[in-house]
């Protein structure tokens, strides 16, 4: 995230919960690194289960202090929508 982004707040959260296109929300832990917040735990599972790639577009809108709307595109422009069952797959025992 651009550093940009920390006008918004009096003090850069440590924890933000991530809202996607549909009610499920995740939260990840964020730091400074190299002079730019990133996220950090939670993220990489997050990627995982709403099956982010390479040429994905990702967009973030800030909705409360510690809340961001997260907005998925394909690589052709078109939003991916993921269902909260897949959280649930994610880490679901395997026999």
């Known amino acids: ?4 982004f920390t006008k918004h707040f009096v ?3 440590t ?3 991530l809202r996607n296109n549909t009610v499920c929300s995740w939260k990840v832990t964020v730091k400074l690194m190299n002079g730019r ?9 997050y990627a995982t289960v709403h099956r982010i ?5 990702v967009t ?14 394909d690589d052709d422009g078109i939003e991916v929508v993921n269902k909260c069952g897949k959280h649930d797959e994610a880490f679901a025992a395997k026999d």
């Open 15 to 17: 924890e933000f919960n």
């Open 53 to 57: 790639k390479i040429g994905y577009m």
């Open 37 to 45: 917040v990133t996220q950090d735990q939670g993220w990489a599972t």
């Open 11 to 13: 003090a850069v959260p």
């Open 60 to 73: 973030f809108k800030l909705l409360t202090p510690d809340t961001l709307k997260v907005i998925i595109f």
């Open 1 to 4: 995230m651009p550093l940009d």
